[in-house]
T-cell receptor
């Protein structure tokens, strides 16, 4: 079965650079979630989208922005990168119409800021 | 969302049942109990969820107490591949569609021992 696809899998950026992470949800899923997981930490919710509209917002820095496109894929844009942004970034998708629908996670993008 | 409390770590002998407890004493009537696990640095993996009845699938069983203040995830025959951090998450379910993010707390690190 198709899963959530994230790209790239690994990314190395320098401080103050920008990065764009992409997420392709499971076909027919209309909801996307972004999570950040720092070293030794638990996943922290950043932001979510339902039907191409922002749905919920968590602890996403102002330097980050995200959107969901007409084909339901999503991109997380990160600017003015800081060393502390080094983390695993996970995307998850679900079928929003099913209020009990479980969210399925991608394998993540490992961002390293040097 | 209601907070959950889980043991920090547990060991289980290979081939034996692993019973992972979770306390969610402030759970509301419209909140589901979800279980996810994360195998080292991989994306969290959905295991099972329930509202008030016990649930079983090919991966695990979920036992929810009658007052819904606690639950137990049961892996019937633990294998080395089940070594992971297990997260118990309580998530509200509204009446309409949308995105309902999962809030990860401190999970249980399960070590399956040969």
């Amino acid at each position: 079965a198709a899963g959530v696809i994230q790209s790239p899998r690994h990314l190395i950026k320098e401080k103050r650079e920008t990065a764009t992470l992409k997420c392709y949800p499971i076909p027919r899923h209309d909801t996307v979630y972004w999570y950040q997981q720092g070293p030794g930490q638990d996943p922290q919710f950043l932001i979510s989208f339902y039907e191409k509209m922002q749905s919920d917002k968590g602890s996403i820095p102002d330097r980050f922005s995200a959107q969901q496109f007409s084909d339901y894929h999503s991109e997380l844009n990160m600017s003015s990168l800081e060393l502390g942004d080094s983390a695993l970034y996970f995307c998850a998708s679900s079928l929003g119409r099913d209020r009990r629908g479980e969210a399925f996670f991608g394998q993540g993008t490992r961002l390293t800021v040097v | 969302d209601a907070k959950t409390t889980q043991p920090t770590s547990m060991d289980c002998a290979e081939g034996r049942a692993a019973n992972l407890p979770c306390n969610h004493s402030t759970i509301s009537g419209n909140e589901y109990v979800y279980w996810y696990r994360q195998i080292h640095s991989q994306g969290p993996q959905y295991i099972i969820h329930g509202l008030k009845n016990n649930e079983t699938n090919e991966m695990a069983s979920l036992i929810i107490t009658e007052d819904r203040k606690s639950s137990t995830l049961i892996l019937p025959h633990a294998t080395l591949r089940d070594t992971a951090v297990y997260y118990c998450i309580v998530r509200v379910s509204y009446s309409g569609a949308g995105s309902y993010q999962l809030t990860f707390g401190k999970g249980t690190k399960l070590s399956v021992i040969p």
